[in-house]
Every structure is written in C-alpha cells, then in structure tokens.
C-alpha cells in the first residue's frame, strides 16, 4: 500500500547513509540533499555523528520519529532496524535498497518475508528490497544517475529493474522525454508494478497527473489487477506502453536470478497488454519512441504527411504507417 508518508515525507533517515558517494547510501543521502528535500533529514550511521553534514544517530534507537527511512545497509541488519522504527519511531515508509533477498537464496526469500510481515503489521509501505530508489517531486531517494529534472506532465515510469530505469531515462532525456515519477519496485516483496498502477488509478487527478505511463515488468504476478486499473487508467485518457521482458526460458532465468521473478507465458501477457490497451514493446528504444509519440496529442483521422530530408527513412515510414492503418496522401 503506498501511503503518504512514501510520496510525500514530511522526514526522512538514510540508514547507512555515508561520506562515500560512490556507495549507495552515500549517493542517495547526496541526492535527497541536491534534491532539495523540505523536510527534516537524518542519517544513522554506527560510526559518525555527522555525515555530508547531516546529523548522524549511532544507535537507530536514539532516532526521533521519522516518516520514511532508506536502507542501505546489508540485508541481515535490516530486520532489526526496521522493527526498532515500525514500533517505536512511527516510520510508515521504506525503501530497501540492499540485495541478497529472495532473489538470491530460500534464506532471503524468509527474510524478505519476515520484513514485510513486519511493515504489513504496522500498515507501512515498502520498496523493494533489491532496488535503485524513488524519484518524485518531494523527494530524489534513488541512488542513481542520471537524474532529471521532474516535470509534471511528464511520463510515470516504474520499472522491475533500477538500472533499466537509469538507463531508459539517460536514453530518453537526450530526445525530450521528460519525466514525472520514477519507481524502482525491485523485488516487489511488498509492491509491485501492479500495485502502483492500482494506486495511480485509484487517485488519479485528471487536471494534474501524468497521461502516459511506463513499465518494465518481469513478472505479472497479479494479471486481474494491472488488466483492470490498467485499461482504467486508459479509459480516463492516460496511455501505457510496457516492456515485458524474460519471454524466453533462459530470460525468464535470467529474470528469476535478478529479482526473483518467476516466469509469466508470453502469449498470455499479449492478451492481457491487447485487453488492457496496453502496447507492448520489446527494448528500449522501442520504449522510448512509443512513449515520444503518445507525448503529443492523438491525431484525430488517418491521413498522415512525412517531411523528411532522406528517402529512404521515409519510405520505411511509409510502409510501417500504412501497414497499420494509416493513410499517406
């Protein structure tokens, strides 16, 4: 469940926030600073009391009350932390960026398990584990680059993968792709791609919100869901286009090693993205170019000019317009 506290915190704690920006949690902490986070901003490191000028908590247990912590430490302490701040610190938002979870080993799996068991308890939100961060207009909590400057009817992009989002945003913005919302889901141990469309759904502002959203999916693990909030979304105007990767049985291995993910048939999301009014594209420059295209406001009819400078681009244009319906005079 994304809760407010998630999108809109009024503080944050990296916990193993450092000096180091060339390690997640000093990236990340350096980021919510450049960022220009508003609220308050706490680090809880063992061994400083401040880092890049931050106060710094030694012991998690001498935190004040904080609404969303960032972890990035190694993956068998987080339990503990995230116990000591769900009961006694109020904290109703995490991002985990730390691996070795399920998708490493049945030890992780439990693990993962057992944090969100805890989060669940206290009706918090959880990202992750295994994941990059969040970008939105309050908050830069992504440990990555590069990082754009967020526009509000850009694209909402959520990706299975961070270094997918990374790397599709450093495609995309060079082109003119600007972007909104960015969420790196990881291994979905709590919430997946599926949940954050049902909450973009759910809360969907026609006079404020992004009509085009982007996925990079590995797994559908809730078909029901997407198909319903998904052709929803559409239906209230929005355009989706998706990448559904790990297709093939060796992608599909390769995809259970990365995030856990577990295979989902190919044919079966072709019907589910045809029902959905979902386009489906395979990589990311196909990506890209869908999500420039649905940029610009609908065409009304089916006559289409191309202006160009080179034949042959335009007649490979020619062709894929016409081969799809459209009408080149």
């Given at each position: ?7 809109n915190?009024d ?5 193993g926030?450092?000096?180091?920006v ?22 809880s ?15 998690p247990e ?6 969303l ?6 993956a ?12 006694e ?34 009706d ?8 990059t ?17 967020l526009?509000?009817?850009g ?14 945003m ?56 997407l ?41 079966a ?8 009014g ?17 940029m ?32 080149v005079?």
């Amino acid at each position: 469940m994304i809760t407010k506290e998630l999108l809109n915190p009024d503080s944050i704690v990296v916990v193993g926030g450092s000096d180091d920006v060339h390690k997640p949690g000093g990236k990340i902490l350096k980021n919510i600073i450049d960022g220009g986070f508003k609220g308050e901003l706490y680090v809880s490191n063992p061994k400083a009391d401040k880092v890049q000028g931050i106060k710094s908590y030694r012991n998690p247990e001498d935190l004040p009350q904080v609404d969303l912590a960032v972890i990035a430490i190694a993956a068998k302490y987080t339990y503990d932390v995230i116990k000591i701040l769900t009961e006694e610190k109020n904290t109703k938002a995490f991002i985990i960026l730390s691996a070795g979870y399920s998708e490493e080993s049945a030890e992780g799996k439990k693990l993962e398990e057992k944090i969100t068991e805890q989060v669940n308890k206290h009706d918090g939100a959880l990202i992750g584990p295994n994941c990059t961060g969040i970008l939105t207009p309050h908050h830069h909590s992504i440990f990555t680059e590069p990082i754009p400057k967020l526009d509000p009817q850009g694209v909402d992009f959520i990706s299975g993968s961070g270094a997918t989002a990374c790397f599709i945003m450093e495609a995309g913005i060079p082109k003119g792709l600007t972007f909104a919302n960015v969420f790196s889901v990881g291994n979905s141990a709590q919430m997946g791609v599926e949940e954050i469309v049902k909450h973009m759904d759910e809360n969907f502002d026609p006079d404020k919100d992004p009509r085009v959203k982007l996925l990079y999916i590995e797994n559908i693990d809730k078909p029901q869901m997407l198909l319903k909030h998904a052709s929803s979304l559409i239906r209230k105007g929005c355009r989706i286009a998706a990448v559904k990767a790990g297709g093939s049985e060796a992608g599909s291995r390769a995809a259970s090693s990365h995030t856990g993910a577990l295979a989902s048939s190919d044919e079966a999301v072709n019907a589910l993205f045809r029902k959905a009014g979902i386009v489906r594209c395979y990589g990311r420059e196909d990506l890209i170019a869908v999500a420039s295209v649905f940029m610009h406001p609908k065409p009304e009819g089916k006559n289409i000019a191309i202006i160009t400078h080179a034949g042959g681009p335009a007649v490979m244009l020619t062709d894929a317009l016409s081969n799809n319906g459209m009408e080149v005079p």
